[in-house]
T-cell receptor, first 114, second 112 residues
Framework: DGGITQSPKYLFRKEGQNVTLSCEQN?????MYWYRQDPGQGLRLIYY???????QKGDIAEGYSVSREKKESFPLTVTSAQKNPTAFYLC?????????????FGEGSRLTVL | GDSVTQMEGPVTLSEEAFLTINCTYT??????LFWYVQYPGEGLQLLLK?????DKGSNKGFEATYRKETTSFHLEKGSVQVSDSAVYFC???????????FGKGTLLTVNP
């Protein structure tokens, strides 16, 4: 079955540590996105990538980094510079640039900083 | 910039009640509009969408009509079920990068 796989589902981190969240898709979609979800704040865009080897900052990119070396993979690193990293992180993808804009989401990764 | 405002929850209804969740938007041009649903501990699933003015999106008994004159996309269902309990997000897509802008979400709880 085609879809988006995020791992791990739950992750605990000590303050000062970097952590990388995995996102893999086998939908052959060109664009991929990372959103952060906090209670009462909806979803906020962290980074997005429309093609391989290219990505852009979203609304809350500070303290995060990404790479897009392969079409199917878009890992997110939460660095120690992120002041409040505890959140639910959602990866999404979209077909080519001529689509209506619908995103397909993974199941999410919940990061807790101890 | 683009923005979405949706009615704040939580909303609590009895089974078979009528549901309305209001959503209004601000955007340049002609965005596409979406409703997503999120069940506890899961990612978001597309519920319905509309891509131009006066379009009606529908799925699983839910409906929403793209109203350009009032910049609205209200979600409705005639008879809710316990299984509809979830968080509902209104969203719009605009611009060349097709990133989605989301509302803050509305928690719906349906009691038997």
């Amino acid at each position: 079955d085609g879809g988006i796989t995020q791992s791990p589902k739950y992750l605990f981190r000590k303050e000062g540590q970097n952590v990388t969240l995995s996102c893999e898709q086998n939908l052959n979609h060109d664009a991929m996105y990372w959103y952060r979800q906090d209670p009462g704040q909806g979803l906020r865009l962290i980074y997005y990538s429309q093609i391989v080897n290219d990505f852009q900052k979203g609304d809350i990119a500070e303290g995060y980094s990404v790479s897009r070396e392969k079409k199917e993979s878009f890992p997110l690193t939460v660095t120690s510079a992120q002041k409040n990293p505890t959140a639910f992180y959602l990866c999404a993808s979209r077909p080519g640039t001529r689509e209506t804009g619908e995103l397909f989401f993974g199941e999410g990764s919940r990061l807790t900083v101890l | 910039g683009d923005s979405v405002t949706q009615m704040e929850g939580p909303v609590t209804l009895s089974e078979e009640a009528f549901l309305t969740i209001n959503c209004t938007y601000t955007a340049t041009g002609y965005p596409s509009l979406f409703w997503y649903v999120q069940y506890p501990g899961e990612g978001l699933q597309l519920l319905l969408k509309a891509t131009k003015a006066d379009d009606k999106g529908s799925n699983k008994g839910f409906e929403a009509t793209y109203r350009k004159e009032t910049t609205s996309f209200h979600l409705e269902k005639g008879s809710v079920q316990v299984s509809d309990s979830a968080v509902y997000f209104c969203a719009l897509s605009g611009g060349s990068n097709y990133k989605l802008t989301f509302g803050k979400g509305t928690l719906l709880t349906v009691n038997p």
